[in-house]
DNA sequence: TTCCAAATTTAGAATGATTATAAAATAAGA
DNA sequence: TCTTATTTTATAATCATTCTAAATTTGGAA
């Protein structure tokens, strides 16, 4: 599991400076389970830092994914870009309806980099499972929608 | 594997028309394994249909995805969008160097939707199972080139 | 065939996320 | 403190995608 040491360090073994905006924005990644965005990234933030910039928040995000320790999700349902502090072996699992993404650890998941290696010859540098459908939630509201329909 | 009738008959189900530029688009997609971009197709298909839109290719895009006969890959290392008319569980391999993306049939993937369901609890309506990294020619490229840095 | 209404395509404008740029602010070291 | 490189900021620019309204095409009915 990703701390926020894993971001911050990897930040400066790469020999970029640990502003706040910086370190908040890892604390931010690691602390939240919603994947959040970079516009909600910025929202958060922009009251700790009343002159914050997107730009910021996109070049942060953008090194800490080209360094490895964040990955991206696109295409989740909302048609908006997640960021991901998880860099494990695992689902991510998106409700088609509330948007929602949670992680599942898998068994099978965990095999794949070993069985993509053997079939392919790649090196492999990253990975990003994504599943989506609807949550249980979002399934009895169609459910009930259905049923109103009906009478 | 998908054949051109699985999509054509996937937009007429839907009660959609079949027009040419349809029908072409439906074709490049099968007969593609370039997993191909909607600029591509356009770029493709422009020849062929000389007043074609843009709008066009998305609208029918847009409409394939969501019938769920096509799959969406974004952030495949070149932060373009493409598409995949392979619905079957399989992984899509893409290389960071080169760009190209290539499919793996893999013994785990086809188990996953089982495990996940079975965790969840979620109905599931699609999946992209998406790793990146190097390909043989592009390690062999890497390597040479250092090689000769060295020297 | 001819006509009609609905669906579709088209061209171009609008949107909106992301990127680029240049100036101001900040941090680390001498 | 002074200096210099890095970083942040504000704003402009870019570009993929979506929207809109008009023109075209389609399939069915007469």
Redesign the pocket.
């Known amino acids: 599991m990703s701390t926020i040491t894993t971001l911050t360090s990897a930040l400066q073994q790469a ?8 370190t908040s924005i890892c604390e931010l990644l690691v602390d939240s389970d919603e994947h959040p ?3 909600m990234i910025y929202e958060t933030l922009k009251p700790r ?1 009343a ?6 928040v ?3 995000l ?1 090194t800490l994914v080209s360094l490895g320790v964040v990955n991206v999700l696109g295409h989740a349902g909302d ?3 997640h960021y991901d502090a998880d860099t494990e072996p695992h689902v991510n699992l998106a409700c088609l309806s509330c948007s929602k993404i949670v992680d599942i650890p898998s068994e099978h998941v965990t095999h794949l980099d070993a069985e993509i290696t053997a079939a392919s010859g790649y090196k492999l540098l990253g990975a990003r499972v994504l599943y989506y459908g609807l949550c249980p939630a979002c399934q009895k509201k169609q459910a009930r929608q259905a049923t109103m329909k009906r009478n």
């Open positions: 020999g970029m400076r640990l502003t706040p905006q910086r965005t970079a516009a830092f002159s914050l910039s997107l730009a910021t996109y070049n942060t953008d048609d908006k870009v």
